[in-house]
């Protein structure tokens, strides 16, 4: 059992940034791919970005490329998501999942059905 925790959001205005962090229970955060999903009030949970378990691939949803940044240190346990210039359509919750598969590709990393273990969830809102 890998318990997450996410911190680190809040209120802020258009244009501003955040950093998300992730903190797992696991001491073997390598051997898990990683992901950060939203949920914006009335809609469908959506895949924003992911990390394969060495860090070395990384993926992003259409919406955030270019504006998000997904990171890990697995020393520290934590998985991060740098999000810059952030706009209203991004005010979402925002949780972390982590994949027993250190290694996924894109199809698999984007779909929230393949993810095992779930964090609560931090709120992000962005004023216009």
């Known amino acids: 059992q890998v318990q997450l925790v996410e911190s680190g959001g809040g209120l802020v205005q258009a244009g501003d940034s955040l950093r998300l962090s992730c903190a797992a229970s696991?001491?073997?955060?390598?051997?898990?791919?990683m992901g950060w999903f939203r949920q914006a009030p009335g809609q469908e949970r959506e895949f924003v970005a992911a990390i394969t378990g060495s860090g070395g691939s990384t993926y992003y949803a259409d919406s955030v490329k270019g504006r998000f940044t997904i990171s890990r240190d697995n020393s520290r346990n934590t998985v991060y998501l740098q999000m810059n210039s952030l706009k209203a359509e991004d005010t979402a919750v925002y949780s972390c999942?982590?994949?027993?598969?250190?290694?996924?590709?894109?199809?698999?990393?984007?779909?929230?059905?393949?993810?095992?273990?779930w964090g609560q969830g931090t709120q992000v809102t962005v004023s216009a």
């Open positions: 999942a982590a994949d027993l598969r250190a290694y996924v590709s894109y199809e698999l990393a984007s779909s929230a059905h393949e993810y095992d273990y």
């Open positions: 696991t001491r073997t955060l390598s051997n898990y791919a």
